[in-house]
């Protein structure tokens, strides 16, 4: 019982494996690059984790460069080290990101580029606003809100990232359509607060004096409020300040806007779970947009309440789904510890199953055994079936040409000495053919049925000796398909006095000249190489060409099983090894007589009574199959009747056989050729005719084929006995 418990671990095993895999799918790690760490991307970070809560098989990845360009190209070389599935990276710079990105793409790792440019062209896809746009609308804004005239100042965000060339070119271009707008400095920053406070800070020392400054533009809310500090601690009027992000939140822009801190922001949307649902599909392979344009807006005192308040009820429910997703993570959780419970107990109840498993395996077992033991007799009763054929067919070859010597006139002139001789050897293969059998009988428990082994033949009439008579030109044609050489020379010389002969050496060859030749009878071994006598019936018998032709099976399976076998495989004799010239020849006599008398039955139909193709049943029978042929030949023939060229060529064009197979085909089934039966189906239907229309004998003749009236009215007397006119009369 040992492997029954072996067994039952592995069963076990299975379905802990299944169980815990059928709960898993497909895991994607993503790595996000962020050029820096601000609330900006703490906002799109957050949005990129809620929208992870919707992707279980998701981990993210995150690393900030904190504006340097080396720790990003670290960073993301780091990333696609450890084996992220997709890399979504803002690039610090244009320029110098890119040699990183490209090493990332260049693995096949897909790359999503999101919210700044850079100057290479191997990402997958790239998300962002319209920076330039934004600039554009932020200067057409300070036009309006200094009504056409006034002095600014821009301070940019980090020299080479895209979002501040991009926003400067928008801006100066917007500006420049105004004449009345002055920008009188444009100083460089790096996004952060302090850089830019320090930078205005020494413009104002440098510039203290100069004429009143109207409005400070910063690229982002940061950078505005870094120049306002600066000029709120310079003293006098302040100027209006603008800058771009419009965050929500305490400290967002929409707030600084609302606080009057600000005059203006812009919406610069971060959109994490829309980020987030473009790499899925990307990784998934679904169809996704290769450039994807955020949009965005203008936040000014006008609408920064309704905004703050919008923003504010967006972040409410955030932090609802958040506090809903640890939940769910602690449901999950307890979940998980339900199901191994379940598990246990699952495999308790497996571990019985086993053990039933094992008691049904063991009665599986005997029974296995026993389909061997019935293996093995067969295997025993094919190898003496072997050892038959081999046995069977040389005592076939010594009975058979001793038989046929005892009977020429050379042994009747032989010495009383020599026919003592041929009498002890020919009673001894007697002797030893029986032998044969018993033993046989024995070994594979089956009934013998042999016959032959002990025929008197010394009364029975004797086969023509070899070379002694010439089958007349007319005489049926034997085809013999044996793989034993000496077997068919044997059989040749017991039927080439009164048949013509044909030899194949294998069930195909046979099945080739059955075709071909279309013989009369067919004499078969049944073990034969290639294809055996079974199939090469089976095959002879659903052939429409030589399904008529009668088949004997002579065999050394002499067991009542192998006969059945072989009769059920379309044979119409069995004859066992060894066996008697005079048994054989009177088989195939008495065959090819019934095939005659068939014949005749098929000679009193014309072939307008032959069998409709509806008649023919369903189920293919020798019989069935000639009735379905003879009905596709009448169809042929009434479909050309008319037709006084028509030839036997093209009947058998239309019939798909060669001339030769139909010739013998039909005159096998009907004892009358193909043109005998057309020139009999054109009379009877000029006898309709005659009978039932008005037609002249010239009309009716040329009507059913007959290229001449004269040539009509002979063949109609030489059938009828009367001329068609005194036809008419009657």
């Known amino acids: 019982m040992r492997k029954y418990y072996h067994f039952a671990f592995i069963i076990l095993t299975i379905v802990g494996l299944l169980a815990s895999c059928s709960q898993e799918e497909k895991k994607y790690r993503i790595g996000v690059s962020q ?30 460069a904190y504006d340097s360009d080396e720790r990003q ?65 932020m200067g057409e804004y300070v036009a309006t ?36 707008i002055q920008v009188v400095a444009t100083l460089q920053g790096d996004w952060t607060e302090p850089t830019a406070y320090n930078t205005v800070k020494q413009w104002l020392e440098k510039n203290k004096g100069a004429e009143k400054i109207d409005l400070v533009f910063g690229m982002n809310d940061r950078t505005a409020m870094g120049a306002r500090k600066a000029f709120d601690e310079a003293g006098g009027v302040l100027p209006l300040f603008c800058g771009i992000d419009g965050l929500p939140g305490e400290n967002g822009g929409i707030r600084l806007v609302q606080d009057s801190l ?29 450039e994807t344009k955020l949009m965005s807006a203008l936040v000014t005192q006008e609408n920064a309440r309704v905004l703050l308040m919008e923003s504010e009820e967006i972040m409410r429910q955030s932090h609802n789904l958040e506090q809903l997703h640890e939940k769910a993570s602690q449901y999950l959780d307890q979940l998980g510890n339900q199901r191994t419970l379940i598990f246990v107990a699952l495999a308790a109840i497996l571990l019985l199953l086993a053990l039933l498993a094992g008691i049904y395996m063991y009665y599986l077992q005997r029974a296995r055994i026993q389909d061997e033991r019935m293996q093995m007799e067969r295997e025993q009763l094919d190898f003496y079936t072997q050892v038959s054929h081999e046995l069977r067919t040389p005592l076939s070859l010594i009975q058979g040409p001793l038989d046929q010597l005892l009977r020429t006139n050379d042994f009747r002139g032989a010495s009383d000495e020599a026919r003592e001789l041929f009498s002890i ?27 032959n082994a002990h025929i008197e033949t010394q009364n029975l009439a004797s086969p023509a000796p070899a070379g002694e008579i010439k089958p007349d030109e007319d005489a049926p044609t034997v085809l013999i398909v044996d793989d034993n050489v000496d077997i068919r020379t044997y059989l040749r010389s017991i039927l080439q006095g009164q048949y013509r002969v044909l030899e194949a050496e294998d069930g195909k060859r046979g099945l080739e000249l059955a075709r071909e030749q279309v013989p009369d009878l067919i004499v ?17 018998k659903k052939d429409g060409i030589s399904s008529h032709i009668p088949v004997i099976l002579l065999t050394a399976r002499a067991l009542e ?7 059920e495989s379309g044979a ?36 307008a009574e032959a069998p409709a193709a509806s008649a023919v049943p369903a189920v293919a029978t020798p019989a069935s199959i000639e009735d379905a042929f003879i009905s596709r030949f009448k169809n042929l023939v009434e479909k050309r009747l008319a037709d006084s060229n028509l030839s036997v060529e093209d009947l058998a064009a239309g019939m798909g056989l060669s001339r030769v197979q139909l010739y013998r085909k039909v005159k096998a089934l009907t004892g009358s050729t193909p043109i005998d039966l057309l020139r009999k189906a054109r009379l009877a239907q000029a006898q309709r005719l005659l009978q039932e229309s008005t037609l002249s004998v010239s009309e009716i003749a040329y009507q059913v084929g007959f290229a001449s009236p004269s040539y009509f009215t002979k063949c109609y007397k030489d059938e009828f006995g009367t001329v068609p006119g005194e036809a008419r009369k009657t």
């Open 572 to 607: 119409d004799a069995y004859i066992t090894k060894p066996f008697s010239p005079e048994l054989l020849l009177a088989r195939i006599d008495n065959l090819l007589h019934s095939r005659h008398q068939l014949k005749d039955l098929w000679a009193t139909k014309s072939v």
């Open 73 to 137: 190209i670290q960073q993301i070389d780091s990333l696609v080290g450890t084996g992220i599935d997709l890399l979504i990276v803002a690039p610090n710079q244009v320029s110098t990101i890119s040699p990183a990105i490209d090493r990332a793409y260049d693995k096949g790792i897909p790359v999503i580029v999101f919210e700044r440019k850079t100057n290479t062209k191997k990402y997958t896809a790239y998300m962002g606003a319209d920076n330039y746009e934004m600039g554009h609308l």
């Open 262 to 290: 600000l005059d203006a922001s812009y919406i610069y949307p971060t959109h994490g779970d829309q980020l987030l649902q473009l790499a899925v599909d990307i990784l998934e392979g679904k169809p996704y947009e290769k």
């Open 524 to 540: 078969s071994d049944v073990m034969m190489p290639v294809m055996n006598g079974l199939e090469f019936c089976q095959q002879v």
């Open 425 to 451: 050897v020919r009673r001894n293969t007697h002797h030893l053919t029986g032998i044969v059998n018993k033993m046989l009988d024995a070994q594979v428990g089956g009934t013998v049925t042999d016959g």
């Open 145 to 180: 809100r200094l009504d056409e005239r006034g002095k600014i100042i821009e301070v940019m965000g980090l020299k080479g990232s895209s979002p501040a060339i991009e926003r400067h070119n928008g801006f100066r271009e917007a500006i420049a359509e105004h004449p009345g």
């Open 35 to 64: 050029c820096s760490d601000d609330i900006w991307r703490d906002k799109q970070n957050s949005e990129l984790k809620i929208g992870a809560y919707f992707h279980d098989n998701v981990d993210l990845c995150f690393a900030a």
């Open 561 to 567: 099983k192998h006969q059945i076998e072989g009769y």
